[in-house]
């Protein structure tokens, strides 16, 4: 079966680091959309990053300059290295696979608290 794990979220103080990782199982991972989406109580969940199998890479216009996506297939693990974190970035933090419209993957989450 499918499984994205998800791990490195924390508690952390405004300005800090971390670096989130996705382990991917169950799929050929080279060929997925690999993204980074967030929710925080009470809102949507949201697009943070988002890198192709090509190696294409998008991100929220809040986040832009702060967050780096990165994949290594030999792995099968997609990263999301985050620096100056704000309070805003609170948030449980979601892995996504996607091949299509169709094949689409989600992890359990981890959570990233920032404190000010």
């Known amino acids: 079966q499918v499984r994205l794990v998800e791990a490195g979220g924390g508690l952390v103080q405004a300005g800090g680091s971390l670096r989130l990782s996705c382990a991917a199982s169950g799929i050929t991972f080279s060929l997925y959309a690999m993204g980074w989406y967030r929710q925080a109580p009470g809102n949507q969940r949201e697009l943070v990053a988002r890198?192709?199998?090509?190696?294409?890479?998008n991100y929220a216009d809040s986040v832009k300059g702060r967050f780096t996506i990165s994949r290594d297939n030999t792995k099968n693990t997609v990263y999301l290295q985050i620096h100056s974190l704000k309070p805003e970035d609170t948030a449980v933090y979601y892995c996504n696979s996607q091949l299509g419209r169709d094949l689409n993957y989600w992890g359990q989450g981890t959570q990233v608290t920032v404190s000010s």
């Open positions: 890198i192709t199998s090509g190696g294409s890479t």
